[in-house]
């Protein structure tokens, strides 16, 4: 091949390059130019649309004067042209001179909007001025050089300023119409995304699941707003509900004339210290419990609880010297004397009182006397051992179901003892009484074969079958069955620290009667296990005489240490003014006339010193004495709470006695355990897992107060805590069908903050 053809085959591709750079910038060219027309065109356009718009105003009026025409001359044109030969006369008689034209008082019946100044001789626009315009007739227009006339005033009437002022505050307050009906609709639709993470926050799912539950309730036919379904906006939701349920129970707790607050402090999974508060308070005359607050501890001592709680009040208005009482549990720091919290609280409330919670200390008094009998130390060393045989291993609790099956018993799980628990060694205890003839005959198997290596199945079975272990182990059952019982009555809501010494006599009184006697009366479980080892039922144990004597020094070294420990933690003289209150059960009034007259003056007298800022002494003993009567004729068959109820609530009784009223509205708010701030922390460790343990803390205390204070979904007002998140920030009405778009960019949602986790 020549050198010529070579050549002209390698400029080839060169060629093409070049051509095809060329039609590049051909079309770049083009664009340019359709770019070019295009903003050519647009501007065209506008400028025609401005010109139709005024052609059109002025078409308005024109198409007015041709119907007029047509019509005739109406009855407002009659009106003008004697207006304007009132104007020609007046005129005429002042001087033919045109420039001394007076402006005619009869023009502001038309033009209501005209404000003449006889002293400047200007007029005024007060729609104008309204609006802001910047026309002569707002700064004030003078007499014209040919003088006034009407058609001056017509021709402003129908200038572009003028018929703007008119028209902005009409289209502005059809705007806002047109807004708050997009927003209403909206409204609805962003309430059910509200309702959704109500659902979450109540059942104590990660608000992280809310975006999922949002696309779930749309796939099944409800309209959802395609915004606001992202975590940020959930969280904001959360915030708006929490804020509304804080804010009802201020309102409320602000209306209580006396109040009372329950605090405990503990630490969350996440090594952080948390104070949390519950207040007991009236609300039209009824007592309320609830959460209040979860409060951050930097610092776990006295005065920076105090200083927290005294800071959260202050923020919130809530004027904290109407606190007639603080409970809490028996720790130095909450009650100590000198500097615990009580102490300082005192110093802003002098009406306050400290209160030891009663579930605390019945569980001090009885884990404090199980420790002075070694042998029942023993005992539930052994309990613990068998919880802790069973959890580690499913294929022992299938052939521990096995032996149930056998006996045809119910299959029983064994129950962990919890030192923080009060009923858990009751629980613990029992579980292995209902299932101690199953157990024996597993670990009597478990010994006997290749399964225990260690011999831990041989120690146990040895215990098992031990008849002092056995016999003590059925005595705890009964006897920690009736101290769990005055446990439980503690833990009831409502009740009054003047009711707690009653009870506790009567639990002292069957222990007494019972355990404390020449000679022992069993209680049901060891009188079922004796009759069973009697007739053969549990062929491992026999009845031994000196081990039965053994346990009986044991029991009564035991139960004499609980009631010891009961008195001391429950005395008779324990609070004064707490004891003072006891004059209104209406059981307790003395049925002689003579004793009756001086009954309960000495302790009115001590309620009058405590609280002699609210009541007057004299008028209290006063009211005292017409009142016991009334008692003794109308009210003695009911209970203290219910006599208190009707001092609080009978128009009749406040009116007659005015200061025995407001010591029942203080003595209504005492609330004589802290078992709700237990049950608070219990919610909190619930919500807070090991799943969730990055939640931050005022995350945590916004879902704490919905799951205690929310309530059913369908008695929550959404309407009102809509109304909170909307006006939280500036928002704008949102589409509720939803866009046009891919799957991929409608999952995403703009006003979410991605950083955000839910915790």
């Given amino acids: 091949m020549s050198a010529t053809g070579r050549a002209s085959k390698l400029s080839h591709p060169r060629q093409q390059q070049q051509e095809q750079e060329f039609e590049a910038k051909l079309r770049l060219d083009h664009s340019c130019i359709y770019d070019v027309a295009f903003i050519y065109i647009f501007y065209i356009t506008s400028v025609v649309v401005k010109l139709v718009w005024r052609a059109y105003g002025a078409l308005n009026v024109g198409s007015d004067s041709c119907k007029a025409s047509k019509k005739g001359i109406s009855s407002s044109e009659k009106e003008e042209e004697d207006d304007d030969e009132e104007e020609i006369e007046q005129n005429s008689l002042v001087s033919s001179d045109s420039s001394t034209r007076k402006f005619l008082s009869t023009w502001q019946k038309k033009f209501d909007w005209a404000q003449y100044d006889e002293e400047k001789d200007t007029v005024t626009c007060s729609v104008c001025a309204k609006a802001s315009k910047t026309n002569d007739y707002v700064r004030g227009k003078s007499r014209p050089g040919k003088g006034w006339r009407k058609e001056y005033l017509n021709r402003h009437r129908l200038s572009v300023d003028h018929r703007n002022a008119i028209a902005e505050p009409l289209m502005a307050v059809q705007a806002r119409q047109v807004y708050d009906q997009v927003l209403s609709e909206s409204g609805k639709e962003t309430i059910l995304l509200m309702k959704n993470v109500y659902f979450l926050a109540r059942e104590c799912i990660a608000v992280l699941k809310a975006k999922k539950l949002h696309k779930h309730v749309q796939e099944l036919g409800c309209k959802v707003p395609t915004s606001h379904q992202g975590l940020y906006s959930s969280w904001e939701f959360v915030s708006a509900i929490s804020q509304h349920l804080e804010q009802d129970l201020l309102k409320q707790l602000k209306s209580s004339p006396f109040f009372s607050l329950i605090g405990d402090e503990s630490t969350d999974i996440a090594v952080q210290k948390n104070l949390i508060l519950y207040v007991k308070y009236l609300c039209e005359g009824q007592v309320h419990l609830g959460f209040l607050k979860l409060l951050k501890l930097e610092r776990a001592d006295a005065t920076h609880i105090y200083e927290s709680i005294v800071n ?96 045809q018993q119910k299959s029983v799980r064994l129950k962990k003892v919890f030192d923080v628990r009060w009923l858990s060694r009751k629980e613990a205890v029992e579980a292995v009484v209902k299932s101690y003839s199953a157990l024996t005959l597993f670990f009597g198997e478990e010994s006997e074969s290749d399964r225990d290596p260690t011999g831990t199945a041989r120690g146990l079975y040895k215990s098992l079958t031990d008849y002092r272990f056995a016999l003590t182990l059925h005595f705890l059952k009964d006897v920690l069955t009736t101290l769990c019982e005055l446990n439980k009555y503690f833990q009831i809501a409502g009740i009054h620290p003047s009711d707690v010494h009653e009870k506790v006599s009567t639990t002292i009184g069957v222990l007494e009667s019972r355990y404390l006697q020449q000679e022992i009366h069993w209680g049901f479980s060891v009188d079922k296990f004796l009759q069973a080892i009697e007739s053969g039922v549990v062929p491992e144990l026999t009845i031994n005489r000196s081990k039965t004597e053994l346990v009986e020094k044991d029991v009564q070294k035991f139960v004499t240490k609980v009631i010891m420990n009961l008195q001391a933690r429950f005395p008779e003289t324990e609070k004064p003014i707490i004891k003072a209150f006891d004059i209104f059960p209406p059981s307790k009034l003395p049925l002689d006339n003579s004793e009756l007259a001086t009954y309960g003056d000495t302790e009115l007298l001590l309620l009058c010193s405590k609280y002699r800022s609210k009541v007057d002494e004299e008028a209290v003993l006063t009211e005292w004495d017409g009142f016991k009567q009334n008692m003794k004729n109308n009210f003695i068959s009911i209970t203290m709470a219910e006599l208190l109820d009707h001092l609080v609530n009978t128009d009749s009784l406040k009116l007659q006695y005015p200061n025995l009223s407001i010591l029942a509205q203080i003595v209504l708010v005492f609330p004589a355990s802290s078992v709700d701030c237990e049950r608070g922390f219990s919610t909190q460790n619930h919500i807070k897992s090991k799943l969730r343990n990055r939640l931050g803390h005022l995350h945590l205390d916004m879902l704490l107060r919905i799951r205690l204070l929310g309530g059913p979904q369908e008695q929550f007002s959404f309407q009102q805590a809509y109304q909170i998140w909307l006006h939280s920030k500036k928002r704008r009405s949102r589409p509720i069908e939803p866009p046009s778009g891919t799957e991929d960019e409608l999952e995403s949602d703009s006003s979410d903050n991605n950083d955000i986790m839910d915790m």
């Fill in 312 to 407: 959260y009040f202050a923020e919130n208005h809530v004027d904290i010297s109407r606190m007639v009482m603080w409970t809490s549990d028996g720790a130095e720091v909450m009650l100590g004397k000198y500097g615990g919290v009580q102490a300082k609280l005192k110093t802003v409330s002098p009406l306050m009182i400290e209160f030891h919670c009663i579930a605390h200390r019945e569980a001090l008094a009885v884990s404090q006397a199980t420790t002075t009998v070694q042998y029942f130390t023993k005992v539930e060393n052994v309990v613990k051992s068998l919880y802790s045989y069973f959890s580690r291993s499913s294929t022992r609790y299938e052939r521990l179901n096995a032996i149930f099956a056998v006996l």
